[in-house]
């Protein structure tokens, strides 16, 4: 039987401009492996937003990582100071990951 | 004796490019489900900047560097650095908003529209008066300085807090695919010049203006789709963006006539005063000033001042031009 391992998940909607700068920011606090998924459109308090929509500026990506806790909690203590001003989106759930050595 | 340059309203409005953008407008206003593949819109816009910055380059090839050309060069990033003071102004006081939207939304004001550009070329061309083929470089070096000082009137000026996203505005704001296309595709026409241009010219020349109708009809579907998103809309932002380009156009207009430049290139040269920028100054600024609200300044770039500019703007400012300019 495949062993599972228990690690966390983190997901961070983001605007697309900010991507690079989340990625640099999750590498500094040793998180290097990470996907992101472009999204259809939405509406949050900023207002509706499409991916389609020509300036890019309003356009949002899902920042997905699977770590260990200590890792995502850095994370966390290192977006803190931004989480407003950039209307991060943030979300953590445990999850079984097979291959746990790789996370 | 002034140049005529052939280019009513009435002619403005029912040329294919126009008119596809009317439809996509009006589509999107029935609430249609027409829409243009995002990929298919981003490959579309990529083959118009590397058409128009292609034919820039090989102009200037052909016709050499000139004083008149740097006088375009310094007024236009003058304006760019100037103008957004006056949005500033007027945004404050007539619009109500605060100092960090009124910065914000001043610096889509003083920034340029390349689509609007790529639109007044076409129009200018069809009628008789292209543009100088270094307008390109003009645009391009437009499209920077205005955001240095929307950050400042912000006042938020350089600043930013530990661990922001510092040096990707810069990379944005300098380095923006839009700004390196461009310049980038100036530069391989002005090294390939006329007649290495013949051969890739069926492709860049001949395909332009039907490739310019289908983005403009998306150009038409994301604009009135972003109107009727916005919620910080008022009628006085609404007003002003109608009141700005027609206000940054006469003083690009009264700039380009002071500079002698001929009738095509003033009508161009004014119209990329009266466009606001949509594509690399709400990208920095989302990530610059993050509290400043997108739906503002987009809705009034995006949804009010490019089609004012597309529909009255280009035939209005070629006509004071083909009026004025030797």
């Not at chain 2, 390939?192 to 051969?199: R, S």
């Not at chain 2, 910080?232 to 500079?259: D, E, F, Q």
Request: aromatic residues 6%; contains cysteine; charged residues 15%.
């Amino acid at each position: 039987m495949v062993e599972l391992v228990r690690r966390k998940r983190i997901d961070i909607l983001i605007d697309a401009p900010l991507c690079e700068w989340l990625a640099e920011t999750a590498a500094g606090v040793g998180i290097s492996h990470y996907t992101l998924a472009s999204l259809a459109a939405g509406m949050g308090h900023g207002g509706a937003w499409r991916d389609e929509d020509v300036s890019g500026a309003v356009a949002k990506r899902m920042f997905i990582a699977i770590t260990g806790e200590a890792k995502v909690q850095a994370l966390i203590a290192a977006l803190e100071p931004h989480l407003g001003e950039y209307g991060l989106v943030v979300t953590i759930a445990d999850v079984d990951v097979v291959r746990g050595d790789r996370f | 004796m002034a140049e005529d340059i052939d280019l009513s309203t009435i002619d403005t409005l029912l040329s294919p490019v126009i008119l596809f953008f009317i439809l996509g407008a009006l589509a999107a206003a029935a609430r249609s489900d027409l829409s243009v593949p995002e990929p298919i819109a981003k490959g579309m816009s990529l083959y118009l900047m590397a058409a128009i910055g292609l034919k820039g380059g090989v102009q200037v090839s052909a016709a050499g560097l000139s004083s008149e050309m740097a006088g375009a060069a310094i007024a236009g990033m003058g304006l760019s650095v100037g103008l957004p003071f006056i949005a500033f102004a007027l945004l404050r006081s007539w619009g109500g908003l605060d100092r960090l939207n009124s910065g914000a939304v001043a610096a889509h004001y003083g920034s340029v529209s390349i689509v609007t550009f790529v639109t007044a070329s076409e129009a200018l061309t069809r009628s008789g008066a292209e543009p100088a083929g270094y307008m390109v470089a003009v645009l391009a070096l437009m499209e920077t300085p205005a955001i240095l000082t929307g950050l400042l009137l912000a006042q938020n000026g350089l600043k930013q807090k530990s661990g922001a996203p510092g040096g990707h505005i810069w990379r944005e704001v300098f380095l923006n695919g839009s700004v390196v296309l461009l310049l980038g595709a100036f530069f391989v026409g002005l090294v390939i010049g006329k007649d290495k241009y013949a051969a890739i010219s069926p492709v860049f020349t001949t395909g332009f203006s039907g490739i310019l109708c289908l983005f403009l009809l998306d150009m038409g579907l994301v604009a009135v789709r972003r109107l009727r998103e916005s919620r910080g809309m008022t009628l006085r932002l609404a007003s002003l963006g109608i009141v700005l380009p027609l206000i940054n156009g006469s003083l690009g207009l009264g700039a380009a006539l002071l500079l002698g430049l001929h009738a095509g290139t003033a009508a161009a040269f004014a119209m990329l005063a009266a466009s606001a920028s949509y594509i690399a100054v709400p990208a920095a600024m989302r990530m610059a000033l993050p509290k400043a609200d997108p739906g503002i300044y987009l809705s009034m770039s995006l949804a009010v001042t490019f089609p004012f500019n597309i529909i009255v703007g280009i035939p209005l400012f070629a006509a004071l031009a083909s009026r004025f300019a030797g």
